[in-house]
């Protein structure tokens, strides 16, 4: 540790907590003001401090900090002096051998739907890291059936099993209602499609819900995809079964544990920030959500946004009657100080996902499918003018260089019609975009937050299939954003990309395919200081955050993340390699035992990841899969829940 002299007419007191020194009152605490005085003060400590701040000293290796914000900053001796006469002093040395940076701010993540998921037992194609334990890929029928078995056989008599992760490309077609009877036609077995898509039901299962063949029969859209002798709801027919399972999972406590893990799931990654757009959810899962995240410590700060998509076809796309719905929710399910709606933001959508080729191209696919509109521009424009004209901030979810170029088209008309300054609409994704529609976007006053992952597990995969090399070699662009002067900001998206904001620098400076040996779009990768931007103030300025947090500054909210390793020093290739130690929210530490949780980079999730892309634009069972797509997700979410939300 370092040493450190304090005024001889300072009285010091050592305290036994870890890498912490305190002092006492000093003669000279005359010259602390009033304000200053009453209430304590730590010090953290640090060699390398990383502030992305414009105005903070560049030889700041110490940071004050006063009821969760920034004090002050400067170099260690200097603070030390400046404050050793305040009489609740505590110099904090648990980080000095460590790297600070702002805590990570997470422009675009979805924890409501990784309760759902998180809290299912997981036999996946996939390796899974988590804090809670790992979880080792299964691949092929056999060994799939013999740890659903096995699963099933550790269970308590009258426990329900419900496992996600089954994928018919790895585990067989195999799976039936029947099949599952075998396993047990006493329990109730529910398995989840790895897509979200798709539910299986044993007798048992279907029995526990009360339903009858009659309830699966019916003339209205969804029922043609609900198969009773198998067991088997999918697409549109989940959507007619989703309510009843979701209400099990808040009642049976699934939910619970899902978002129990949650939290220490995104807590991993160093986030302090998250930001979840498209929220619908019933009373019963939001009240269970903010009671669960909020029983023990909950290190982060939780945004809301409302799908205005979704209240606009429960308004019968009324724009004006979407609007108040989509107000009647932010109003109706209450808030606390670490769990918020985001003021006057609403999520907005263009075109479909990436991951099943459903994304709207200029030039279309190169084996002559089409991509789809999940709003129709006309559908866009009408419910994006009554948030516009209200001052709203507006985040447009698009993938394809058509779905951003008519989406941009339609905020340039609006802002024609009523014009405003700063309104900050945001696009988010960005897969694949046309280089020379970006200049425009950026005169018009828009951002861009791009989830650079697609080009390390995709861009490979879609130059051979359905994009092409050109179009797959720039997917999620950085350089060209910021070299036309916009704001950029990376987000995960997650589940569908880790929720490791490192994870996400690495992808975007190194460009890295799947492969491991291959670098896409050179041209497009980005420096690790506009990669670490992105991931803090870059990307708090998405939120309009950027005066709280995203920076280390006098004023704003002492939110740090403390990593082994500084991302400016080790090699690019490492970034992702770096240690997560620990957060600081609001001036307190919490330590991470599991950095880095999530699907991890293994050779066999190389395999995994190129065999799911590869089937990502085919049709099974006649309808598409989002494979891990967690915004088209959320829309099979919506629309289930649409009764539950009236």
């Not at 988590?130 to 308590?156: H, I, R």
């Not at 309104?423 to 046309?434: A, S, V, Y």
């Not at 670098?519 to 998405?542: N, S």
């Amino acid at each position: 540790m370092n040493t450190f002299k304090i005024s001889a007419l300072a009285a010091m007191v050592a305290v036994t907590a870890v890498g912490c020194t305190q002092y006492g009152t000093s003669a000279h605490s005359d010259a602390l003001s009033e304000a200053v005085l009453a209430s304590p003060i730590t010090i953290y400590v640090s060699d390398d401090i990383i502030t992305l701040s414009d105005t903070a000293p560049e030889n700041t290796t110490a940071i004050a900090v006063q009821n969760g914000k920034i004090l002050d900053l400067g170099e260690e001796k200097n603070l030390i002096e400046r404050y050793d006469a305040h009489p609740n002093l505590t110099v904090d040395r648990q980080f000095e051998n460590s790297v600070i940076t702002p805590g990570f701010v997470e422009p675009h993540i979805h924890l409501w739907m990784s309760g759902i998921l998180l809290g299912a037992d997981f036999i996946t194609p996939g390796d899974w890291k988590f804090p809670w334990g790992n979880v080792e890929g299964v691949q092929g029928s056999e060994a799939y059936f013999t740890a659903l078995k096995s699963l099933e056989a550790s269970m308590d008599e009258g426990e329900v099993l419900l496992t996600w992760g089954y994928h018919n490309s790895f585990h067989g077609n195999e799976m039936s209602k029947a099949v599952l009877n075998e396993i047990s036609n006493t329990r109730p077995i529910i398995v989840w499609h790895r897509s979200f898509h798709e539910l299986y039901f044993n007798d048992a299962a279907l029995e526990m819900f009360g339903w009858t063949e009659a309830d699966w029969t019916g003339n209205t859209r969804g029922y043609d995809q609900l198969n009773w002798e198998k067991g088997h709801a999918y697409e549109n027919g989940g959507k007619l079964v989703l309510n009843d399972v979701l209400a099990y999972l808040v009642e049976s406590g699934r939910f619970a544990t899902g978002m129990e893990r949650t939290r220490d799931y995104v807590h991993s990654g160093g986030i302090t920030t998250a930001i979840d757009p498209g929220v619908v959810t019933t009373p019963e899962m939001y009240e269970q959500m903010v009671n669960i995240l909020m029983e023990d410590d909950f290190p982060m700060d939780y945004w809301l946004i409302p799908a205005g998509n979704f209240t606009y076809t429960m308004g019968g796309d009324d724009p004006a009657k979407g609007k108040a719905i989509a107000e009647k929710q932010t109003q109706t399910y209450e808030e606390n100080e670490q769990i918020r709606w985001m003021p006057k933001t609403i999520k907005l959508f263009s075109d479909g996902a990436m991951y099943s080729q459903l994304m709207q191209l200029k030039e279309g696919y190169t084996d002559g499918h089409h991509g789809e509109w999940l709003q129709t521009p006309e559908d866009l424009e009408a419910s994006m003018r009554p948030y516009w004209n209200d001052d709203y901030t507006i985040m447009i979810h698009a993938n394809g260089d058509l779905g951003f170029e008519s989406a941009l088209d339609i905020v340039q008309g609006l802002n024609d019609e009523t014009p405003r300054v700063d309104h900050r609409t945001g696009f988010h994704h960005l897969g694949i975009t046309d280089k020379d529609d970006i200049p425009r976007a950026v005169e018009a006053g828009v951002n861009f937050s791009v989830n650079p992952y697609y080009t390390h597990v995709l861009a490979e995969l879609y130059a051979e299939q359905g994009v092409g090399q050109e179009r797959a070699e720039v997917m999620a662009r950085g350089r060209s954003f910021i070299d036309a002067g916009g704001v950029l900001s990376l987000h995960s998206d997650a589940p569908m990309a880790p929720a490791q904001p490192l994870t996400l620098v690495w992808s975007a400076v190194n460009r890295i395919g799947l492969s491991g040996e291959t670098v896409m779009g050179a041209e497009e990768r980005i420096t690790v200081d506009e990669a670490m931007r992105a991931i803090t103030i870059d990307a708090a300025y998405t939120a309009r955050l950027e005066n709280e947090v995203g920076s280390i500054d006098i004023g704003k909210y002492a939110d740090f993340t403390i990593l082994s390793e500084s991302p400016y020093t080790v090699k690019p290739e490492r970034i992702n390699d770096i240690g997560v130690e620990a957060t600081v929210y609001r001036g307190v530490a919490a330590n991470i035992e599991v950095d880095n949780a999530g699907m991890q980079l293994t050779d066999n999730n190389k395999f995994v990841m190129n065999t799911l892309n590869s089937h990502t634009s085919h049709g099974h069972h006649g309808h598409h899969h989002a494979e891990g797509d967690i915004c088209e997700t959320s829309l099979f979410m919506q629309h289930a829940m649409t009764q539950a939300v009236k």
